[in-house]
């Protein structure tokens, strides 16, 4: 086993804790077989389908708020495991907003959550020149509902894989 | 006084009330009025020659909708006239006008010599029978019908009012389509009324904000053509953009001119925080405007120059403050309970426009610069960024509705709060600026 | 641990890893497809977007059917993007007669991206010419005589009616009521009352304005501003022989028959004339602007043509001045369109009149 799987592997075991966190019951659901892995899929740790879907790419903030919590923490620390696994990757950190605020304001508040991102990426050893970042604001919302189940959602730094030359 | 006390003795004594008594005028003061609409009307334009008579109609139909559009007038319907006005030069009837309760009356003729159009009027004080101001006559092509219609109106709405019209105006704005999470936005511009929409950008990248030149032949607006966040000068009547330059790796928005046009004052994001900044146009040079951990932007100009008022966090939550054009200190002018942003100063000098949100709700808003007689003029799941029509009397803003079909449109409200009423666009629309009046 | 077990743990974990988010990513995908966005190129989104784009081309909501020709473009418009070819500007055709309520449907036409920029140009400029006056209106004789058709002054004019709310107009709605809709309705308004304050679920931001009370009669011996404040002003001389006179002679008689007006006179006449008060069109200069108008009334109250005149103003400039004083002529004018009733025994007290007109408690601010 060379290093590389082995940090995968580790990175992994860190989502399984943090997705447990959110999502106990996950684990029952858990019944399925391995699979041969499809390169590119998300089953291939070294894809940024993986790194979307596994890693997690994208983590959420409070109303009004850049601080990371403890579960935006470990998503991080496994996007970092992962981006330093994977060198060939640069990224680009979106910032976002929800709708409960001006658009010149959010757009301010969403450049906060994206380096907040990227500064925490930074601190576990990704090097800075590989991370851009950009602030949409509230103009790209996922979801478009008017409640909090919606905003929580849009309160966000998505860190988008860019400059792919994986193999 | 002698004399007048002797009288009232003996008027008082006798008791009885000679009317030849010598006194002086009765005094009365009043302080109780009313606030109605003026009715006015307006029949239609006489023209001179039967070629001409394509336009009368349209041109007093817009004549009258730009009046009762502000709320300060009310059109007394053509069905109701006793007379009919079938010469400009004829002597005006103006019992007939009383009777219908007319208090303004506005007389005009067409003519229509080759390709150019000529329109003339006269504004009436029914109750005096006297004319307000001197007749006046526009001239020009006949593709500026729309045009002189609005100029008519702008000199009936001064001239009753006493305050510079804004018919003649312009607005751009974001023209938005699609739903919420692949709205798509263009630049536009469209007169004040919602006429002659055009377009000045296409919709491959997220554009937001623009705002008009002093002399509104240019403006800036935010693109995300490179990708992210960036100002851009639009010559309008030329559509020819330029992006203005700032440091690779930031985002800048949030630009507005400062009234003599030859510099802006936007916001620079550098890592997570945003300062104000203050570009030269000419060499594009920028100097940095404040420096605080807290996020700064909404910036706008006293239209003297000399402050400016913007939006920080500075307190922990976004609030006004004022601080002098080069930078320096700045003052805190919003005090109340919620969060204040988009600090617009008024064409007057008097105000300043802002978004307030509050419990929930959002709401377009009036104070003193010194941040005192805070007024609320709507409220709703969303308005934001006020923009003051050119007489500072009137401010347009964005008005999204909730929910997962909400929608953009662009709204106007008299600075009273009365007269709330949408404006029209072809879809949505959003981040108007109102530009001068044209010359 | 030797170093066969870690690996095996390690490969065991990596194991449940996988069955974990390949089963839970299977069942519950999170929505990862919309943020391809903002990785698309803009010739694709623009692709993509094209069709429902389309209609906005054929759109120019002037409102009016008119020969409101586009204006020329001079110069062709800066392609924005190179590689879309660019269909001609397209001139909006004729707006619609009315403001309709519908958008105007565009077939949505694929080959059309959308319309690039065009010229904003203004329209043209107009020349201005100022005309020279017309000629006085010979007055008819049905301008001087009483029963005239002349409507009476709006009796809804009640100063301390409902107030006429801002118009509020269904959200999202496809806009078009007609605009005399919005006009405010008959009942007059003594304060405004904006959106924000009319909101059921908000709690009050402000207090509105208090209401301002109706006028009410005073009592015949409180001083006014009328020539009955002798009592208060007394001359510098030997005056006190007289008002003692004088107070006396009040307190004896309550009589209304008295020669200067009673308050519950003065009142009547200022209520009369305040229906007529509209300050609704002033600017907000000229409602700083108190201004002192003189006028006589002939003996069956109707205003002595050409008497109406301002004394005074103070507050505003020369040009709010004006405006102020437009309003008070309008509301005396139309008020006393069919004369005043003011008691017939009291002429000489009320031939010459001089109101004050003082915006201050209507001001918006």
Same mark, same amino acid.
């Given at each position: 086993?060379?290093?590389?799987?082995?940090?995968?592997?580790?990175?992994?075991?860190?989502?399984?804790?943090?997705?447990?966190?959110?999502?106990?019951?996950?684990?029952?659901?858990?019944?399925?077989?391995?699979?041969?892995?499809?390169?590119?899929?998300?089953?291939?740790?070294?894809?940024?389908?993986?790194?979307?879907?596994?890693?997690?790419?994208?983590?959420?903030?409070?109303?009004?708020?850049?601080?990371?919590?403890?579960?935006?923490?470990?998503?991080?620390?496994?996007?970092?495991?992962?981006?330093?696994?994977?060198?060939?990757?640069?990224?680009?950190?979106?910032?976002?907003?929800?709708?409960?605020?001006?658009?010149?304001?959010?757009?301010?508040?969403?450049?906060?959550?994206?380096?907040?991102?990227?500064?925490?990426?930074?601190?576990?050893?990704?090097?800075?020149?590989?991370?851009?970042?950009?602030?949409?604001?509230?103009?790209?919302?996922?979801?478009?509902?008017?409640?909090?189940?919606?905003?929580?959602?849009?309160?966000?730094?998505?860190?988008?894989?860019?400059?792919?030359?994986?193999? | 006084?002698?004399?007048?006390?002797?009288?009232?003795?003996?008027?008082?004594?006798?008791?009885?009330?000679?009317?030849?008594?010598?006194?002086?005028?009765?005094?009365?003061?009043?302080?109780?009025?009313?606030?109605?609409?003026?009715?006015?009307?307006?029949?239609?334009?006489?023209?001179?020659?039967?070629?001409?008579?394509?336009?009368?109609?349209?041109?007093?139909?817009?004549?009258?909708?730009?009046?009762?559009?502000?709320?300060?007038?009310?059109?007394?319907?053509?069905?109701?006239?006793?007379?009919?006005?079938?010469?400009?030069?004829?002597?005006?009837?103006?019992?007939?006008?009383?009777?219908?309760?007319?208090?303004?009356?506005?007389?005009?003729?067409?003519?229509?010599?080759?390709?150019?159009?000529?329109?003339?009027?006269?504004?009436?004080?029914?109750?005096?029978?006297?004319?307000?101001?001197?007749?006046?006559?526009?001239?020009?092509?006949?593709?500026?019908?729309?045009?002189?219609?609005?100029?008519?109106?702008?000199?009936?709405?001064?001239?009753?009012?006493?305050?510079?019209?804004?018919?003649?105006?312009?607005?751009?704005?974001?023209?938005?389509?699609?739903?919420?999470?692949?709205?798509?936005?263009?630049?536009?511009?469209?007169?004040?009324?919602?006429?002659?929409?055009?377009?000045? !950008?296409?919709?491959?990248?997220?554009?937001?904000? @623009? $705002? /008009? =030149? *002093?002399? &509104?032949?240019?403006?800036? %607006?935010?693109?995300?053509?490179?990708?992210?966040?960036?100002?851009?000068?639009?010559?309008?009547?030329?559509?020819?953009?330029?992006?203005?330059? !700032?440091?690779?790796?930031?985002?800048?928005?949030? @630009? $507005? /001119? =400062? *009234?003599? &046009?030859?510099?802006?004052? %936007?916001?620079?994001?550098?890592?997570?925080?945003?300062?104000?900044?203050?570009?030269?146009?000419?060499?594009?040079?920028?100097?940095?405007?404040?420096?605080?951990?807290?996020?700064?932007?909404?910036?706008?100009?006293?239209?003297?120059?000399?402050?400016?008022?913007?939006?920080?966090?500075?307190?922990?939550?976004?609030?006004?403050?004022?601080?002098?054009?080069?930078?320096?200190?700045?003052?805190?002018?919003?005090?109340?309970?919620?969060?204040?942003?988009?600090?617009?100063?008024?064409?007057?000098?008097?105000?300043?426009?802002?978004?307030?949100?509050?419990?929930?709700?959002?709401?377009?808003?009036?104070?003193?610069?010194?941040?005192?007689?805070?007024?609320?003029?709507?409220?709703?799941?969303?308005?934001?960024?006020?923009?003051?029509?050119?007489?500072?009397?009137?401010?347009?803003?964005?008005?999204?509705?909730?929910?997962?079909?909400?929608?953009?449109?662009?709204?106007?409200?008299?600075?009273?709060?009365?007269?709330?009423?949408?404006?029209?666009?072809?879809?949505?629309?959003?981040?108007?600026?109102?530009?001068?009046?044209?010359? | 641990?030797?170093?066969?077990?870690?690996?095996?743990?390690?490969?065991?974990?990596?194991?449940?890893?996988?069955?974990?988010?390949?089963?839970?990513?299977?069942?519950?995908?999170?929505?990862?497809?919309?943020?391809?966005?903002?990785?698309?190129?803009?010739?694709?989104?623009?692709?993509?977007?094209?069709?429902?784009?389309?209609?906005?081309?054929?759109?120019?909501?002037?409102?009016?059917?008119?020969?409101?020709?586009?204006?020329?473009?001079?110069?062709?418009?800066?392609?924005?993007?190179?590689?879309?070819?660019?269909?001609?500007?397209?001139?909006?055709?004729?707006?619609?007669?009315?403001?309709?309520?519908?958008?105007?449907?565009?077939?949505?036409?694929?080959?059309?991206?959308?319309?690039?920029?065009?010229?904003?140009?203004?329209?043209?400029?107009?020349?201005?010419?100022?005309?020279?006056?017309?000629?006085?209106?010979?007055?008819?004789?049905?301008?001087?005589?009483?029963?005239?058709?002349?409507?009476?002054?709006?009796?809804?004019?009640?100063?301390?009616?409902?107030?006429?709310?801002?118009?509020?107009?269904?959200?999202?709605?496809?806009?078009?009521?007609?605009?005399?809709?919005?006009?405010?309705?008959?009942?007059?308004?003594?304060?405004?009352?904006?959106?924000?304050?009319?909101?059921?679920?908000?709690?009050?931001?402000?207090?509105?304005?208090?209401?301002?009370?109706?006028?009410?009669?005073?009592?015949?011996?409180?001083?006014?501003?009328?020539?009955?404040?002798?009592?208060?002003?007394?001359?510098?001389?030997?005056?006190?022989?007289?008002?003692?006179?004088?107070?006396?002679?009040?307190?004896?008689?309550?009589?209304?028959?008295?020669?200067?007006?009673?308050?519950?006179?003065?009142?009547?006449?200022?209520?009369?004339?305040?229906?007529?008060?509209?300050?609704?069109?002033?600017?907000?200069?000229?409602?700083?602007?108190?201004?002192?108008?003189?006028?006589?009334?002939?003996?069956?109250?109707?205003?002595?043509?050409?008497?109406?005149?301002?004394?005074?103003?103070?507050?505003?400039?020369?040009?709010?001045?004006?405006?102020?004083?437009?309003?008070?002529?309008?509301?005396?004018?139309?008020?006393?369109?069919?004369?005043?009733?003011?008691?017939?025994?009291?002429?000489?007290?009320?031939?010459?009149?001089?109101?004050?007109?003082?915006?201050?408690?209507?001001?918006?601010?």
């Amino acid at each position: 086993m060379n290093v590389l799987s082995k940090i995968a592997a580790l990175g992994a075991l860190a989502l399984v804790t943090a997705c447990s966190n959110n999502d106990p019951s996950a684990l029952g659901g858990a019944g399925g077989g391995s699979g041969s892995i499809v390169p590119g899929s998300p089953n291939d740790p070294r894809s940024p389908a993986y790194f979307q879907q596994a890693v997690g790419d994208r983590v959420l903030f409070a109303v009004d708020q850049s601080t990371l919590s403890s579960e935006a923490q470990s998503i991080l620390q496994g996007q970092a495991d992962w981006l330093l696994a994977n060198t060939d990757y640069t990224a680009t950190i979106e910032g976002h907003a929800d709708e409960q605020g001006t658009r010149e304001y959010n757009l301010a508040l969403g450049a906060r959550r994206a380096n907040a991102a990227r500064e925490f990426l930074i601190s576990r050893g990704v090097a800075g020149n590989r991370l851009q970042t950009v602030s949409y604001g509230k103009e790209r919302p996922i979801e478009i509902c008017s409640t909090e189940e919606c905003y929580s959602k849009n309160r966000r730094a998505v860190t988008v894989l860019t400059g792919s030359t994986a193999g | 006084m002698m004399r007048l006390l002797t009288s009232l003795l003996v008027g008082l004594t006798l008791l009885s009330a000679p009317a030849s008594a010598q006194t002086g005028p009765l005094r009365l003061e009043l302080d109780q009025g009313i606030i109605e609409p003026m009715p006015f009307a307006v029949p239609n334009f006489v023209p001179d020659t039967p070629a001409a008579a394509q336009y009368p109609t349209d041109i007093s139909r817009v004549i009258a909708a730009d009046l009762t559009g502000t709320g300060l007038f009310r059109e007394i319907a053509p069905e109701a006239f006793i007379s009919r006005v079938n010469s400009f030069e004829a002597p005006i009837q103006f019992a007939d006008w009383k009777a219908i309760n007319a208090d303004a009356l506005v007389t005009g003729a067409v003519n229509l010599s080759g390709n150019t159009l000529t329109v003339r009027f006269r504004v009436w004080d029914v109750f005096s029978g006297q004319e307000l101001g001197n007749g006046l006559q526009f001239s020009g092509p006949t593709d500026g019908w729309r045009r002189m219609a609005h100029k008519v109106a702008d000199q009936v709405y001064s001239r009753i009012t006493g305050e510079g019209g804004y018919f003649d105006s312009r607005v751009a704005f974001v023209s938005e389509s699609g739903p919420k999470d692949q709205r798509r936005k263009r630049l536009a511009i469209m007169d004040y009324d919602g006429a002659n929409v055009q377009y000045l !950008t296409d919709s491959a990248a997220i554009v937001l904000a @623009p $705002r /008009f =030149s *002093p002399a &509104g032949d240019r403006l800036l %607006y935010t693109s995300y053509e490179s990708g992210r966040p960036r100002i851009y000068l639009l010559d309008v009547g030329r559509v020819k953009k330029q992006e203005l330059k !700032t440091q690779d790796g930031t985002m800048s928005f949030s @630009p $507005r /001119f =400062s *009234p003599d &046009g030859r510099s802006i004052v %936007y916001s620079l994001t550098q890592g997570g925080n945003t300062d104000l900044w203050k570009m030269d146009l000419a060499s594009g040079q920028s100097v940095r405007l404040t420096n605080t951990p807290a996020i700064e932007t909404a910036p706008s100009y006293a239209p003297d120059g000399s402050r400016i008022v913007f939006e920080s966090d500075r307190s922990g939550t976004p609030q006004l403050y004022v601080m002098p054009a080069n930078g320096g200190e700045a003052t805190r002018i919003s005090f109340g309970q919620g969060r204040y942003g988009t600090p617009v100063w008024s064409p007057r000098g008097d105000l300043i426009a802002f978004t307030k949100q509050n419990k929930g709700r959002f709401h377009i808003g009036v104070m003193r610069v010194d941040g005192s007689e805070e007024r609320l003029l709507t409220a709703s799941f969303l308005d934001e960024g006020p923009t003051w029509s050119p007489n500072g009397r009137v401010i347009m803003f964005t008005r999204e509705t909730q929910g997962a079909s909400g929608r953009s449109s662009l709204y106007s409200v008299d600075i009273s709060g009365r007269n709330l009423r949408p404006v029209r666009t072809p879809d949505g629309g959003s981040d108007p600026s109102w530009g001068p009046l044209l010359k | 641990m030797d170093t066969g077990t870690k690996i095996s743990a390690i490969a065991h974990v990596t194991l449940i890893g996988w069955a974990l988010f390949g089963g839970a990513f299977r069942s519950d995908p999170l929505p990862m497809a919309v943020q391809e966005v903002s990785v698309i190129s803009a010739e694709e989104f623009a692709a993509l977007t094209a069709q429902r784009d389309a209609p906005a081309v054929a759109v120019a909501p002037g409102g009016l059917e008119a020969p409101d020709a586009q204006p020329p473009a001079p110069e062709p418009p800066e392609p924005v993007e190179e590689e879309q070819p660019r269909p001609e500007p397209v001139s909006p055709p004729e707006p619609d007669p009315e403001p309709q309520p519908e958008p105007v449907e565009a077939p949505p036409e694929p080959e059309i991206i959308e319309q690039p920029p065009v010229l904003a140009e203004p329209e043209p400029e107009p020349e201005v010419t100022v005309l020279p006056a017309l000629p006085e209106a010979q007055p008819r004789p049905a301008d001087k005589v009483a029963p005239e058709p002349i409507a009476p002054p709006p009796p809804d004019a009640k100063p301390d009616d409902v107030e006429s709310p801002a118009v509020s107009l269904d959200e999202g709605a496809e806009i078009q009521q007609e605009q005399q809709d919005q006009t405010a309705p008959e009942e007059a308004t003594d304060q405004i009352v904006t959106e924000a304050e009319q909101s059921d679920d908000l709690s009050p931001q402000r207090s509105p304005r208090p209401r301002p009370r109706p006028s009410r009669p005073q009592p015949a011996a409180q001083p006014d501003v009328a020539e009955a404040d002798a009592p208060t002003n007394p001359a510098p001389q030997d005056q006190a022989a007289i008002n003692d006179a004088l107070a006396e002679a009040l307190g004896a008689s309550d009589e209304p028959a008295g020669p200067p007006l009673t308050g519950g006179e003065k009142d009547a006449m200022r209520l009369a004339v305040s229906r007529c008060w509209n300050v609704g069109s002033l600017s907000t200069d000229a409602l700083q602007t108190v201004v002192v108008v003189g006028f006589s009334l002939n003996r069956d109250g109707t205003i002595v043509p050409g008497s109406l005149r301002m004394l005074d103003s103070s507050g505003g400039s020369a040009g709010a001045a004006k405006q102020a004083f437009d309003a008070a002529r309008r509301a005396i004018l139309r008020c006393g369109a069919k004369g005043y009733d003011l008691p017939a025994d009291k002429y000489a007290h009320w031939k010459d009149i001089e109101i004050t007109f003082n915006p201050e408690r209507m001001r918006i601010k």
